[in-house]
């Protein structure tokens, strides 16, 4: 199973009952053997452009392992799905991923030890 991420733009008139739409998609998700690893929702945002009449949608990200050979039949139900404006599957490079985390924690901690040492300077004035 591969790990994938999907954006999926609601529409905005769903805003009151969205977990309805939601829990649709996720039945989606469920029947082609997904497994749901985290659901993100941003909420209600402009867009950058009109899509399909629209000037806002309710963004939700999803974080899902997928049998590859079953993300093309996601993809075709979820394009005649009526309260998905638009989405967008992607496959995360986790490697990249891990690498900017230990980079980040490896700076986290170098400011730390400059932290350190800036306060026993000032001790020592």
Do not use: C
């Not at 977990?19 to 989606?28: D, F, G, L, N, W």
């Not at 399909?52 to 979820?78: C, M």
């Amino acid at each position: 199973m591969n790990q994938y991420e999907i954006a999926i733009l609601y529409d905005d008139d769903l805003e009151v009952d969205l977990e309805k739409a939601t829990s649709r998609v996720e039945k989606i998700f469920t029947d082609n053997g997904a497994k749901i690893i985290n659901v993100d929702n941003w909420g209600k945002r402009k867009l950058a452009y009109q899509i399909k009449k629209h000037d806002s949608a309710v963004y939700v990200f999803y974080t899902l392992e997928i049998p590859g050979a079953n993300v093309q039949k996601i993809e075709s139900v979820l394009n005649i799905t009526d309260e998905v404006i638009r989405f967008l599957i992607v496959r995360p490079d986790l490697k990249a991923i891990a690498k900017a985390e230990a980079e980040k924690a490896k700076k986290a901690e170098q400011a730390a030890k400059r932290g350190e040492r800036e306060e026993k300077d000032e001790e020592e004035e």
